[in-house]
């Protein structure tokens, strides 16, 4: 049915086209004989309802922005293929460009109205208690509850909780497996590998869909989910998000922002370059390494705000404050201008413009074993500023929260966030009580 409507859905988004193009009579004539457009509508109709790529599987608790990515993911490419035939045929200018976009972008938003609506309906259906799958859980740990307390907030998903099991008894289990419910979940833990094996046994001759809810809540995931390798289904438990579009959109934006940004602040980087060298003898920057992506190491830049000489007995951690430097430094290190030359370490490529401050080497050696998941951090590149820093978390702060804030930001990272930090950078980034 839902292939049938999508199928006239498109049909008559075409047909609504072919009117609009003629009713703008626009001065590119157009064709009396229109067999040419009914028959390419009719291909885009039956190639969308044959090419599925997931369209029509269940969607019953599934989020609605995810289900409308992947309609206009499928809508595209039968578009696609269409262009490539009339490219191939050389008949791609017998059709109207004008009548093709309209055909394409009528497509989109009617597939979605249709989808909205379809979505909005079996919402109230299942609200009033028609079109349910009944649900058994099996398990008492936290995803059994997070199972538990999802189903009840979510009265439009049409799942309703038939019967939570705690232990894996196995008479209980034996007559679930008789009971007449749509789908059992086990929500149990993912190294209890006997009482998964076990309740698999016992539920051998249940008809009901079998799912997986590992209870993965005592673990510390970052970006987790599941990937397929090489055919098979593997958990993600700790992963970068700087893969495929996202890491190229991240090069974009680095790439971009810091040529603009550096093209801004040159005048300022050279008054500051003067400044350094009139200040105090020495270089004028102050290179030092550090860890970066992958626990790789690089050289990260600064303006030098001390003396060449302060860290002769040796680096120690904190205490920035105390350390020596010229009224130029000071000025410098307090507002944060210090770290302008970081944007040419961006350019290189060795650190992003957002991301987990980093640190130096003997300090990283130390922390990893103090702090919890501190290795975490260097799933990313580092960066010039962060969710910590905006946060007001830099300096002599506290270094574990710190890495909680960096943690959060890699879970949940998106273009979106990058720009929020910076442009609370600009706001209240650079003059903090804990820059020195």
């Known amino acids: 049915m839902l292939r049938l409507g999508d199928g006239l859905v498109i ?256 005048p300022i980087m050279l008054i500051l370059a003067i400044g350094v060298k009139l200040s105090s003898p020495g270089p004028v920057f102050y290179r030092q390494e550090r860890i970066g992506l992958n626990g790789a190491t690089f050289n990260m830049l600064k303006f030098r705000s001390m003396p060449v000489d302060t860290e002769k007995f040796g680096v120690q951690w904190g205490g920035s404050a105390a350390k020596a430097t010229s009224r130029f430094g000071q000025l410098i290190r307090k507002t944060s201008l210090d770290e302008l030359p970081q944007f040419l370490n961006v350019l290189s490529g060795d650190m992003s413009i957002v991301g987990p401050r980093p640190e130096r080497p003997m300090f990283v050696e130390q922390f990893k074993e103090e702090i919890p998941d501190y290795m975490k951090k260097h799933l990313v590149k580092a960066g010039i500023t962060g969710w910590a820093q905006v946060n007001g978390w830099r300096g002599d702060t506290d270094l574990a929260t710190r890495i909680e804030y960096d943690l959060y930001y890699i879970e949940n990272w998106s273009i979106g966030l990058d720009l929020k930090i910076i442009l609370l950078t600009v706001f209240k980034g650079f003059v903090s009580k804990n820059a020195y």
């Open 11 to 266: 049909l008559v988004s075409g047909l609504l086209a072919l009117n609009i193009r003629q009713v703008l009579n626009l001065p590119i004539e157009f064709p009396s004989n229109l067999s040419g457009y009914y028959s390419l509508i009719a291909v885009g109709a039956l190639l969308f309802s044959t090419l599925s790529g997931g369209v029509y599987r269940s969607w019953r608790g599934a989020l609605m922005p995810a289900m409308l990515a992947r309609i206009t993911g499928r809508w595209l490419l039968v578009v696609g293929i269409i262009l490539l035939w009339l490219f191939i045929f050389k008949t791609s200018s017998e059709f109207s460009r004008v009548w093709f976009g309209v055909w394409v972008s009528l497509g989109v938003i009617l597939l979605w109205i249709e989808r909205l609506a379809l979505y909005v309906f079996l919402r109230v259906l299942r609200r009033r208690g028609f079109n349910l799958r009944h649900v058994a859980i099996i398990g008492s740990g936290s995803a059994a509850k997070n199972l538990e307390s999802r189903i009840s907030s979510a009265g439009w998903s049409g799942y309703s909780l038939s019967k939570v099991i705690a232990n894996t008894d196995k008479a209980e289990l034996e007559q679930l497996a008789k009971d007449s419910v749509d789908e059992i979940w086990l929500a149990l833990p993912l190294g209890n590998e006997t009482a998964i094996r076990d309740t698999l046994h016992a539920l051998r001759h249940s008809t009901a869909s079998i799912r997986f809810a590992p209870d993965l809540f005592t673990l510390r995931l970052v970006n987790h989910g599941v990937s397929d390798i090489l055919g098979i289904p593997m958990y993600d438990l700790s992963t970068s998000p700087m893969t495929g579009v996202n890491q190229f959109l991240k090069w974009c934006e680095d790439k971009i922002l810091s040529s603009l940004i550096l093209l801004l602040i040159s």
